[in-house]
T-cell receptor, first 109, second 115 residues
Framework: GQNIDQPTEMTATEGAIVQINCTYQ??????LFWYQQHAGEAPTFLSY??LDGLEEKGRFSSFLSRSKGYSYLLLKELQMKDSASYLC??????????WGAGTKLIIKP | IAGITQAPTSQILAAGRRMTLRCTQD?????MYWYRQDLGLGLRLIHY???????GKGEVPDGYSVSRANTDDFPLTLASAVPSQTSVYFC??????????????FGPGTRLTVL
């Protein structure tokens, strides 16, 4: 079966750094996406990885290791507005996205 | 530019009733998708359409139907609603269903309660 695992909830302090991990087992791999979803809102795109390594975009970075079936999202200089759920999704061999349940990130002052 | 719009925003529905959730995009994207999101579960694909005139079944298609008569609209119909279809429904679109960047853009969602 296809499976994507993320921690259910994480807590971090404003101004700090947090790493959200995602492991996956899917039928085929055609890229990994990270989305942000604020409570009561739609998911919005953050990052895309298809090759191994680190992709940096401002305060957010995403890492991929295809051999390990592993990715992480790194958020630096945390701000209160970063309190949200972070969704990991893998595009499988049918080019459909398989989604993790999401990680709720709580930022404390 | 509105992006993707969905209607209604929320709805309470009696079991057994028929309901159509509307989705319209103005980005001229080829691919469109319907997901449901339930607490503790990831987004689950209900149906998708790679291009106007074609549709496909996702992970949880039972009890739902879709049509794609044109590029912009992708309605989702519940023929006879049941309480287990209580969920938040998101419509999404992407420029192309295939490889490459092709991020999916999401509508604001429809919160549906079936009693």
């Amino acid at each position: 079966g296809q499976n994507i695992d993320q921690p259910t909830e994480m807590t971090a302090t404003e101004g700090a750094i947090v790493q959200i991990n995602c492991t996956y087992q899917t039928s085929g791999f055609n890229g990994l996406f990270w989305y942000q979803q604020h409570a009561g809102e739609a998911p919005t795109f953050l990052s895309y990885n298809v090759l191994d390594g680190l992709e940096e975009k401002g305060r957010f970075s995403s890492f991929l290791s295809r051999s390990k079936g592993y990715s992480y999202l790194l958020l630096k200089e945390l701000q209160m507005k970063d309190s949200a759920s972070y969704l990991c999704a893998v595009r499988d061999s049918n080019y459909q996205l398989i989604w993790g349940a999401g990680t709720k990130l709580i930022i404390k002052p | 530019i509105a992006g993707i719009t969905q209607a209604p925003t929320s709805q309470i529905l009696a079991a057994g009733r028929r309901m159509t959730l509307r989705c319209t995009q103005d980005m001229r994207h080829n691919a469109m998708y319907w997901y449901r999101q339930d607490l503790g579960l990831g987004l689950r694909l209900i149906h998708y359409s790679n291009t106007a005139g074609t549709t496909g079944k996702g992970e949880v298609p039972d009890g739902y139907s879709v049509s794609r008569a044109n590029t912009d609209d992708f309605p989702l119909t519940l023929a006879s609603a049941v309480p287990s279809q209580t969920s938040v429904y998101f419509c999404a679109s992407s420029e192309d269903p295939g490889t490459g960047y092709n991020e999916q853009f999401f509508g604001p969602g429809t919160r549906l309660t079936v009693l």
